[in-house]
Nanobody
Framework: QVKLVESGGGSVQPGGSLRLSCVVS????????MGWVRQAPGKEREGVSC????????YYADSVQGRFTISRDTAENTVYLQMNSLQPDDTAVYHC????????????????WGQGTQVIVSS
């Protein structure tokens, strides 16, 4: 059974940082590109970042470029999203997801998602 379990969300003030984690099971993570998608109330779903399972530069949405960093630890079956300089517009539920390819195919081709972890950025 495929499972993606996110953690690390919470409430933070503008300018703060959070590190999200996603532990996967039920499939071999090293075969697929992994990433993060966020959903904010009243807004369209947004692909945030993607990292290939092979040597390739990660993808980032323009809205998070330079502030967020994605990484993966295949030995631990975990994907991370380090989020710095958080802003109120980053408030959303963040979902871990994977694409059906070893390489990222943009930020709009994610398949199975996890339940998500809530991130709230507010003063």
């Amino acid at each position: 059974q495929v499972k993606l379990v996110e953690s690390g969300g919470g409430s933070v003030q503008p300018g703060g940082s959070l590190r999200l984690s996603c532990v996967v099971s039920g499939f071999s993570m090293d075969l697929y590109a992994m990433g993060w998608v966020r959903q904010a109330p009243g807004k369209e779903r947004e692909g945030v970042s993607c990292i290939s399972s092979r040597q390739a530069a990660p993808y980032y949405a323009d809205s998070v470029q330079g502030r967020f960093t994605i990484s993966r630890d295949t030995a631990e079956n975990t994907v991370y999203l380090q989020m710095n300089s958080l802003q109120p517009d980053d408030t959303a539920v963040y979902h871990c997801a994977f694409q059906g390819s070893p390489y990222c195919r943009g930020l709009n081709n994610f398949g199975t998602w996890g339940q998500g972890t809530q991130v709230i950025v507010s003063s």
